[in-house]
């Protein structure tokens, strides 16, 4: 089920839950204090209008993952999903509707699939239902000079889809000028393929590399005069 905090309002799941007296949200999540992946204001009103547009649509026996890019393409949202999603990305979903909130059938296919989606930076992430830490954990700046900082907050839009996240290291490397090095305990992670897409106001840099990084389960953290990407134990 779509995991959305409760400063986003009530249009989630409304069919089943209504709008009224501060009811739980799809998700359980905890109070309403903005949380620390909480997305710019500009972005949250803009997800929050588009997840509330009505949709059509028929799915005949379609992957779940092709659902979820639909989706995506159509309402304009980022959405990833997470590693943790295991073999329900391929589950088949037979779904028809008809002028239906984007919100509410998202929860139908996520449902099918046993998988919930949170508000998490700048979209939706998808999993399978395990705890999901900030995108700061994911990328660290900590004593990283001002002048990086600011390279790496600027908006980027892109497409990725299938990319092994060295080469998308080499893309943001290049873009940036920032020195981005992958450390040993993350080589195998550099060969895992990757995909995210941004595109309108687009995203910002530190924030995507949160999004790639939390797809193959490493971190990046700037030390020694570069950014590191490893494995979380290091």
């Keep these: 089920m779509i995991r959305i905090p409760s400063w986003l309002g009530c249009f989630v799941a409304t069919a089943a839950i209504g709008c009224g007296g501060g009811a739980p949200l799809p998700g359980g999540w905890a109070g309403p204090d ?65 002028g239906m909130k984007t919100s509410n059938a998202l929860n139908w296919v996520l449902r099918q699939g046993g998988l919930r989606a949170e508000v998490w930076g700048e979209g939706l992430l998808v999993t399978g239902g395990e705890a999901v830490k900030p995108p700061a954990f994911y990328l660290s700046l900590e004593g990283a000079p001002d002048g990086i900082r600011k390279k790496l907050e600027k908006p980027v839009s892109f497409v990725f889809q299938d990319v092994p996240l060295n080469e ?24 895992s393929k990757v995909s995210l897409k941004m595109d309108g106001m687009g995203m910002k840099i530190s924030n995507a590399l949160a999004w790639f990084f939390r797809q193959v389960g490493v971190r990046g953290e700037w030390r020694d005069g570069a950014l590191r990407v490893m494995s979380p134990g290091k």
């Excluded at 639909?70 to 959405?79: C, P, R, S, W």
């Excluded at 998308?168 to 060969?191: C, M, N, Y």
């Design 34 to 98: 903005r949380p620390a992946s909480a997305p710019a204001p500009d972005r949250e009103k803009e997800i929050r209008a588009k997840l509330g547009k009505p949709i059509s649509f028929d799915f005949p026996n379609m992957p779940l993952r092709d659902c979820l890019g639909f989706f995506q393409d159509l309402a304009g949202v980022t959405i990833v999903l997470d590693a943790s999603a295991g073999p329900a990305a391929e589950r088949k979903i037979t779904l028809k509707a008809d």
């Design 168 to 191: 998308v290291l080499d893309f943001f490397r290049q873009f940036t000028e920032v020195p981005i090095s992958l450390d040993e305990s993350a080589a195998k992670a550099g060969e």
